[in-house]
């Protein structure tokens, strides 16, 4: 089997090669050939009496800090505007030539990280600071210093400010995200949050655990060094000893600009870092100066964004998953590929309506992307690469795991498993109930979670209480010991004093999301009460709709929730609300907060902290916001604030005025 598919594997990249490099007539993609010949390389590894003499590879040859201080940048920190496509390139150089003639230009890698400065004095760095809204940053000097490629002394004597960007590798982030999915953490989204959650840790010990790196690329007042021209600011940067990206191009005409970004929007996988464009600079310092800058930008550079990476994989197979309400998703398995630093392997296909609208067939060739660079999914099916083999859809019509029939809804597009008693509903159930927006219990991963199931310790959302009667034969499982068992129990402890929302929350009900939880615990007060509430109570309620209030009711009448309930209730779990109470702010009460960038804290706190002080968060800037508070990397958001002239308060700001003990 395995010679047989060294085989396939020879004849599919011998054709490729020669459709490439002789016929000049490419009938695979790039990422598609890396993928073969990355599968042929493990396969001949793994069994090198298996190596042909035709095949491809034979022709391969300790700081903590209290909190935060502001740091004010002397010459601002701008950021450039953002251009998405060829026309926009060459609009801005035509904008350029109206004023110098015959610009050349400098083209940079746009590095996926969080910009930083930092200031020597005689040679010696004095402080590392965040960006921060580009008047007003942070101290970071404790964890800049941990950074191996950040000098802590120049070959020269001298007082200089460099900026560039702090950024972690792609080996470093999954090393971390490895680590944290060992350790039951939540892993990080992309390598940009990373970095910037490593660089806002008090604790220097965290960032340098992280493997962070730096590229610089501006030198604020390069005529004090007698530097005229972009270039020779990297190279004098060079000079210096810091880290400066090697993949530069002084490109003569706006058709080299052009050439250079085609390039590496290909090319961009096979860097160890993540880059999500490209900066386009006017290299000459003085034409900069000519050109000068906008309310907001400077005229003299541009930041040319790559659309959300996108590759081509086939569908092997569609599988069907049972969630936690019954609803039944579609899930395409995927051969393996390389999509914008993560290896996918599966997508969800969310309903029969939507595989139907896109025409999806078992085998086909699917182009996917990251939708928002995070969630992968389907752009759309290589219909000319159809062999004729291709299996057409059939939605399940029975339950994966129990077998029971499937009903669809006329008012939804998902079909349901209505059985109360599926295990794959139960597990579902379980893990949503552990998780760290419902009760929290710390360690309860999906898999621990689906372990105890299966091994008959948990079967409703009570069971976790009772947990602590099986310790010593939870304690003899494989990869458990005395010391991760009880810090799962100490979890389960804690986790009876929560307040009555994240009960609610976790118990479930369909449609009782986060939000909705929060409003029936603050109106309701009591388990007690909620539970004895008519139909007609709950559409009292603000935010509470019929079907809400029907799925409510409907809940508490069956009785094995109820005895649930009853058997949380005598396990000592809190049923009060006793959520943080409003403490109103004249900075905050009946005011209006819009949230932009990245900021330390999860964005649902920096709500709660607003909504706690009589205040409210929007998703757009308008004429009737009051303040826009900005953390690293604002978007859109900020520049509308600065246009429309409406406060901005840095995350130190904000943090302040709540003094950080809500």
Same mark, same amino acid.
């Given at each position: 089997m395995i010679e047989k598919r060294i085989d396939e594997l020879i004849k599919i990249l011998n054709k490729a090669s020669y459709d490439y490099h002789t016929l000049d007539a490419p009938t695979i993609t790039d990422q598609e050939y890396d993928d073969y010949y990355a599968e042929l390389v493990k396969l001949e590894t793994e069994h090198p009496e298996l190596v042909r003499e035709d095949s491809l590879t034979v022709r391969v040859g300790s700081t903590v800090i209290d909190g935060f201080q502001k740091v004010t940048h002397e010459v601002p920190m701008m950021s450039l505007d953002d251009i998405f496509n060829e026309e926009e390139i060459r609009e801005f150089d035509n904008r350029v030539r109206k004023v110098i003639p015959h610009p050349t230009y400098i083209c940079e890698l746009k590095i996926d990280g969080l910009s930083v400065s930092l200031l020597y004095e005689k040679g010696k760095l004095v402080r590392g600071a965040t960006r921060g809204d580009g008047v007003t940053?942070?101290?970071?000097?404790?964890?800049?210093?941990?950074?191996?490629?950040?000098?802590?002394?120049?070959?020269?004597? !001298?007082?200089?400010? %460099?900026?560039?960007?702090?950024?972690?590798?792609?080996?470093?982030?999954?090393?971390?995200?490895? +680590?944290?999915? /060992?350790?039951?953490?939540?892993?990080?989204?992309?390598?940009?949050?990373?970095?910037?959650?490593?660089?806002?840790?008090?604790?220097?010990?965290?960032?340098?655990?992280?493997?962070?790196?730096? *590229?610089?690329?501006?030198?604020?007042?390069?005529?004090?060094?007698?530097?005229?021209?972009?270039?020779?600011?990297?190279?004098y940067m060079k000079e210096l000893t810091f880290t400066v990206n090697p993949n530069i191009k002084h490109a003569k005409n706006v058709e080299e600009v052009v050439e250079y970004i085609s390039y590496w929007q290909e090319h961009r996988p096979e860097l160890p870092y993540e880059i999500d464009g490209v900066v386009i600079k006017v290299n000459n310092l003085?034409?900069?100066?000519?050109?000068?800058?906008?309310?907001?930008?400077?005229?003299?550079?541009?930041?040319?964004?790559?659309?959300?990476?996108?590759?081509?994989?086939?569908?092997?197979?569609?599988?069907?998953?049972? &969630?936690?309400?019954? /609803?039944?998703?579609?899930?395409a398995d995927l051969t393996p590929v390389h999509l914008a630093g993560s290896i996918i392997s599966s997508v969800t296909l969310h309903n029969e309506d939507?595989? /139907?609208?896109?025409? !999806?067939?078992?085998?086909?060739?699917i182009s996917i992307h990251k939708a928002g660079d995070v969630i992968p999914e389907v752009v759309e099916v290589k219909k000319e690469r159809r062999t004729g083999e291709e299996i057409p859809f059939q939605m399940a019509t029975h339950c994966p795991i129990c077998g029971t029939e499937l009903v669809r809804k006329e008012s939804e597009a998902a079909w349901f498993c209505?059985?109360?008693?599926?295990?794959?509903?139960?597990?579902?159930?379980?893990?949503? *109930?552990?998780?760290?927006?419902a009760m929290n219990l710390d360690?309860?991963?999906?898999? !621990?979670?689906?372990?105890?199931?299966?091994?008959?310790? =948990?079967?409703t959302a009570d069971d976790y209480y009772t947990l602590y009667e099986h310790k010593e034969d939870l304690q003899c499982l494989e990869g458990f010991g005395e010391k991760s068992i009880q810090n799962l129990l100490?979890?389960?402890?804690?986790?009876?004093?929560?307040?009555?929302?994240? =009960?609610? *929350?976790?118990? &479930?009900?369909?449609?009782?999301?986060?939000?909705?939880?929060?409003?029936l615990a603050q109106h309701f007060e009591t388990m007690e009460k909620l539970q004895t509430a008519s139909f007609e109570e =709950?559409?009292? %309620? +603000?935010? !509470? &709709?019929?079907?809400i209030a029907e799925e409510i009711v409907s809940y508490f009448a069956s009785s094995k929730n109820q005895e649930c309930l009853q058997k949380l209730k005598e396990y000592g779990v809190n049923f009060t609300y006793i959520g943080k109470e409003k403490s109103l702010s004249a900075d905050f009460e009946n005011k209006t907060f819009v949230l932009t960038g990245t900021l330390s804290i999860p964005r649902e706190e920096a709500k709660e902290k607003i909504e706690l002080r009589g205040g409210k968060v929007t998703g757009s800037v308008t004429k009737k916001t009051d303040a826009v508070i900005v953390g690293e990397n604002p978007g859109s958001k900020f520049t509308k604030a600065q246009e429309l002239g409406i406060p901005t308060w840095t995350e130190?700001? *904000?943090?302040?005025?709540?003094?950080? /003990?809500?």
């Open positions: 940053g942070e101290d970071i000097t404790h964890n800049v210093k941990t950074i191996k490629s950040v000098p802590l002394s120049l070959p020269q004597d !001298i007082d200089i400010e %460099v900026r560039g960007e702090i950024y972690m590798p792609k080996s470093s982030f999954e090393t971390l995200n490895e +680590e944290r999915r /060992k350790k039951g953490e939540k892993e990080f989204a992309n390598p940009r949050n990373a970095a910037a959650g490593s660089v806002r840790q008090l604790d220097s010990k965290i960032a340098a655990s992280r493997n962070l790196n730096t *590229f610089m690329y501006h030198l604020p007042k390069a005529g004090d060094y007698d530097i005229h021209s972009q270039e020779d600011a990297l190279n003085d034409d900069q100066r000519k050109l000068g800058f906008t309310a907001r930008v400077p005229k003299w550079g541009i930041a040319y964004k790559f659309p959300a990476e996108e590759v081509l994989t086939q569908l092997k197979n569609i599988e069907f998953c049972v &969630g936690r309400t019954g /609803k039944v998703t579609p899930r939507y595989v /139907k609208e896109k025409e !999806i067939m078992i085998g086909d060739i209505l059985n109360p008693n599926c295990d794959a509903r139960k597990i579902e159930g379980l893990i949503h *109930f552990a998780s760290r927006d360690g309860f991963g999906d898999s !621990i979670v689906e372990d105890f199931y299966n091994m008959g310790y =948990l079967h100490d979890a389960v402890q804690n986790s009876k004093n929560n307040s009555l929302e994240r =009960l609610l *929350f976790g118990l &479930g009900i369909r449609h009782v999301g986060k939000k909705t939880a929060t409003i =709950l559409r009292e %309620v +603000e935010d !509470i &709709g019929e079907i130190e700001e *904000f943090l302040s005025k709540v003094n950080d /003990k809500s």
